[in-house]
């Protein structure tokens, strides 16, 4: 019952990462869009960046997901099938993937991973008088 636990644990956080990839760079577009000063915001940026670039990295060299990795092991050793599992992790997974061809995925992780790179010159993110340690400076002040 523990790794079924700990390996839902790890499907939901699987979705927020893809989550935090996907709805951030809508964010990004839609608030470049509606001039949203927040989505410049340097650190929310580079993160975002850093989170797809190891995605597009992964399947560049052909490496499978660690999360996924740590899922199915978890699985295993709780006695589920790998697709299987609790129904909260049926659902979380089956929110996240689908079956197709491997090749596309790939073709798909990279072209987001270049999107976003695209945002990130397009509308860079800036370290501007609204970051939280200047707020404070100039609170002191």
């Not at 979705?15 to 340097?42: D, H, P, Q, T």
């Not at 050793?77 to 197709?100: C, D, I, K």
């Amino acid at each position: 019952m523990f790794y079924a636990l700990l390996a839902d644990l790890i499907v939901a956080i699987h979705l927020a990462y893809v989550s935090y990839v996907v709805f951030g760079e809508l964010a990004i577009l839609v608030g470049w869009a509606m001039r949203w000063k927040w989505v410049r915001n340097f650190w929310f940026r580079v993160t975002h960046l850093v989170a797809i670039g190891f995605v597009a990295f992964e399947t560049v060299i052909g490496m499978e997901c660690p999360l996924t990795t740590w899922e199915a092991n978890l699985r295993q050793w709780a006695g589920q099938p790998v697709e299987g599992g609790t129904f909260v992790g049926r659902l979380l997974h089956n929110l996240m993937f689908f079956s197709g061809p491997q090749w596309v995925f790939n073709v798909c992780y990279i072209l987001i991973a270049l999107l976003v790179a695209g945002t990130f010159i397009l509308v860079p993110p800036t370290r501007g008088a609204s970051s939280p340690a200047r707020l404070r400076n100039a609170h002191a002040a």
